[in-house]
């Protein structure tokens, strides 16, 4: 069970049997949980996940920030850029 406020991470893989609190993360597989004022623990979390590379197929060092955010702009401008000429529909 995943509680309000609670936040699933990409790549998490949640047992069953897990409940994931209320104001918490559950990141990795199998999913661990982890609290707000664990913030060294989150960052190294995130970094292992490769979140960027999970949501949008980008590869770039962790440490690499710029090189990671522009490859992650270039990504989410392509999928806008696909629905340019759509139509709304009544």
């Known amino acids: ?50 979140f960027a590379g999970a949501a949008f197929g980008v590869q770039a060092a962790w440490d690499d920030r710029v090189s990671r955010y522009e490859q992650t702009a270039e990504v989410r401008v392509a999928e806008f850029g696909a629905h340019r000429d759509d139509e709304i529909l009544d």
Do not use: K, S, Y
């Not at 069970?1 to 990795?28: D, K, N």
């Open 1 to 50: 069970m995943i509680a309000v406020g609670a936040l699933v991470h990409a790549r998490t893989t949640v047992p069953a049997e897990l409940f994931v609190p209320p104001q918490t993360l559950a990141i990795g597989a199998p999913a661990r949980i982890l609290t707000p004022d664990q913030t060294n623990q989150v960052a190294a979390a995130i970094r292992e996940t490769n």
